[in-house]
């Protein structure tokens, strides 16, 4: 009996222990309409049960959370543990929907900060930090949001019913320090955004209010849309639109007072500038003065909703314009706001909007930021990969990603972005005129010399002009390369003709790139009559090695020729004499001769051609008479002739060129089981004597 009564009374106690449970208001872990529980400090199984009032049993409890529950009791539960406390997936109470570094997360209980990013969910009291320079801007289940400015600490706690008796809390946060601004996606029936604050608490039914906490845990609250009511020490105010509030820690809120209104601009609502060749640019921004003022804050984004904030700076009452430096390329938007003595910020100026636009330039300079200097010819590219742009040149419509400006004079380019509001920009380019000329010089030597054609121009107002030789194109084309000189002008070299003692012929000079020739030079070359050819000679020496054994010779010798341009500009006609000693010959058994010495004449014509650079090239054949003087074997004849063919290189040197040269010799009936003849490696040097003439040129 008395067993009976003492199982009857502790049922008693834990059911009056669960009533107490549900309805004793939650002071950590848990509130009523959450779906998680963290696990606190001395927690155990029964205790979370009965916090949250019997909502599942003990055995649910393990189900829902297999991870935790595993193994036999007693169970150890680590402090910060969320505890799942419905079979449906958890859904987050808001997410990251803009990051600018460094912003930082840190779930409840751990010990450490994570990076945040874009698309990162948030549970119920996620911390989100931004540091110096941050800002994030955070969506609720509902799509309301907040932007966290920079050294600002919020608290997620999500939807809330038990905030206020009339309204219910469609998303709710603590903001420990610093500054949010948002509000709800749509004012629908009772529903709030609520912040918490450590000296008060909002309960916001606006899509845009601000609410500020300082140092000194000072809340400041500005609403410029719906209303507020913010409660602490157990007063409640409402704020309507257009007005902000006070309250200390620790105080009762103040009664609401106006905003100072929105500054007046007058900068142009729209406006384009171009930054040229990769510069950044400075724009300044201008309001007019407003009385009442205490500071301005002037915000300039990246994106019409200032989330991505480039310049969030607080000038004095007494300065009404401020410069940004280093914009690049992209859009901005910029709007200005006052604070009153009370440090409430009133609502901001429609935005006004700055398009920044990425040129480059070609064959042009800039002698000042809207005034551009050409040397006959001048290109600009405007990026319109990302706006729709139009260009004008003195009126003309041209295409934006190729703007030409061509002839000498003052051009005005125009461009205007394809948006309403957009005033046209212009800018000036100067196109200087240029004054080209070209010499032909140096004496023209013979058949396959050379003549130098020097480009060079000099601007209308006598400047010199440092051509490129990518912007010269000659027609017809030089035979060496074009080069460019230290003073600006472009060097090529065309063959010298030494058939005639006048040639005329023109040249074509086209500059940067055009289409069609800007110039057209008659250059003439002149010299005294043709002489009737050149003399040339030299000396030469080699080895010798025979096709039809294996041994190795020597051979020197002398040459002498004579060009003949009348008959044609690149023949020669020589004479050649060589003492050789030649290897001896294999005869059938496999005996060798012993090796023997010959004087071989000939008579040689050849074919002579200049490549350029001092260097030539020649290739000819000769009647090749030989004579043997000395003979380890039986001499069958002393006399043998035959062919030879050659081919070589020089290169001009001094008075004359040094040469390498190839031969091959076949002497018929001369030859042994291999291939018959010998070949030669030579090399010489030979000087010229006289000349075939001299040449001017004139333009």
């Not at 990076?115 to 911390?127: A, E």
């Not at 990425?358 to 706006?387: K, P, Q, Y």
């Amino acid at each position: 009996m008395r067993h009976e009564s003492g199982k009857a009374g502790w049922w008693a106690c834990l059911l009056l222990l669960s009533i107490v449970a549900a309805f004793w208001p939650s002071r950590s872990g848990w509130a009523a309409d959450e779906d998680t529980y963290v696990v606190q400090p001395g927690d155990t199984c029964l205790g979370i049960i009965n916090k949250i009032g019997w909502r599942v049993t003990l055995e649910e409890l393990h189900e829902l959370n297999p991870d935790v529950y595993h193994g036999p009791p007693p169970h150890h539960l680590e402090p910060g543990t969320v505890l799942r406390l419905t079979r449906g997936p958890v859904q987050p109470d808001a997410h990251l929907t803009f990051v600018k570094p460094l912003v930082e997360t840190r779930k409840p209980g751990a010990a450490f900060w994570n990076p945040g990013r874009v698309g990162l969910d948030l549970y119920r009291r996620y911390r989100v930090a931004t540091r110096e320079g941050a800002t994030t801007e955070i969506t609720f289940r509902d799509t309301s949001r907040v932007q966290l400015r920079e050294e600002s600490l919020l608290v997620i706690y999500g939807a809330s019913a038990e905030r206020s008796r009339r309204t219910s809390s469609s998303a709710r946060v603590e903001l420990v320090e610093g500054r949010l601004r948002g509000g709800l996606a749509a004012l629908r029936g009772e529903s709030a955004m609520a912040v918490d604050t450590p000296a008060a608490e909002v309960s916001a039914r606006s899509r845009d209010l601000q609410v500020e906490v300082d140092q000194a845990r000072t809340t400041r609250l500005s609403v410029y849309d719906g209303e507020a009511d913010i409660a602490a020490q157990g007063a409640r105010v409402t704020v309507p639109r257009g007005q902000g509030t006070i309250t200390r820690y620790g105080k009762r809120p103040e009664p609401p007072r106006p905003l100072p209104p929105p500054p007046r601009w007058t900068t142009k609502p729209r406006t384009i500038r171009i930054a040229f060749d990769g510069a950044k640019i400075s724009h300044t921004f201008s309001w007019e003065p407003e009385p009442g003022a205490r500071t301005f804050e002037v915000e300039l984004a990246r994106d019409p909703d200032f989330r991505d904030l480039f310049v969030d700076r607080q000038v004095p009452a007494k300065v009404h314009s401020v410069q940004i430096e280093s914009l690049e390329p992209g859009r901005y938007f910029a709007r200005v706001s006052s604070r009153d003595d009370r440090g409430l910020q009133g609502e901001a100026s429609e935005p006004r909007e700055l398009v920044v636009l990425a040129a480059s330039t070609t064959g042009c300079r800039a002698t000042e930021s809207d005034r551009f200097v050409a040397d006959w010819h001048a290109r600009i590219a405007l990026d319109r990969t990302t706006v729709p742009l139009e260009a004008r040149v003195d009126g003309r419509l041209a295409s934006p990603d190729a703007v030409s400006v061509q002839g000498p004079g003052e051009h005005t380019v125009s461009v205007r972005l394809l948006e309403e509001g957009f005033e046209p920009i212009s800018f000036q380019v100067k196109v200087r005129d240029i004054r080209v000329s070209a010499v032909l010089s140096g004496p023209i030597p013979a058949a396959g010399g050379w003549s130098n054609l020097e480009v060079s121009a000099v601007t209308d107002e006598g400047d010199p002009v440092m051509l490129d030789p990518a912007w010269v194109t000659l027609v017809p084309s030089p035979d060496s390369p074009l080069e460019g000189r230290s003073d600006g002008a472009v060097v090529a070299r065309f063959e010298a003709d030494a058939t005639e003692s006048r040639r005329t012929f023109p040249v074509h000079v086209y500059l940067n790139g055009d289409t069609a020739p800007r110039v057209t030079l008659e250059l003439v070359q002149e010299g005294p009559p043709v002489q009737p050819g050149r003399w040339m000679g030299g000396a030469r020496a080699g080895v010798v090695r025979s096709f039809s054994s294996s041994g190795t010779g020597w051979a020197a010798g002398v040459d002498a020729g004579y060009q003949l341009p009348a008959v044609h500009p690149h023949l020669v006609l020589g004479l050649e004499a060589d003492l050789v000693s030649e290897p001896g010959e294999e005869r059938a058994g496999g005996e060798t001769e012993p090796a023997h010495r010959a004087v071989d004449l000939g008579a040689s014509v050849s074919y002579v051609h200049a490549l350029g650079h001092g260097l030539g090239a020649h290739l000819g054949g000769a009647y090749v008479a030989s004579i043997k003087a000395e003979s380890g074997g039986e001499d069958t004849s002393p006399v043998a002739s035959g062919l030879a063919a050659f081919v070589g290189i020089a290169y001009h040197l001094g008075p004359g060129e040094v040469y390498l040269e190839l031969r091959y010799h076949y002497m018929p009936g001369e030859h042994g089981e291999g291939l018959p003849g010998t070949a030669w490696s030579l090399a010489g040097y030979r000087l010229f004597f006289g000349s075939i003439g001299t040449n001017k040129a004139a333009h």
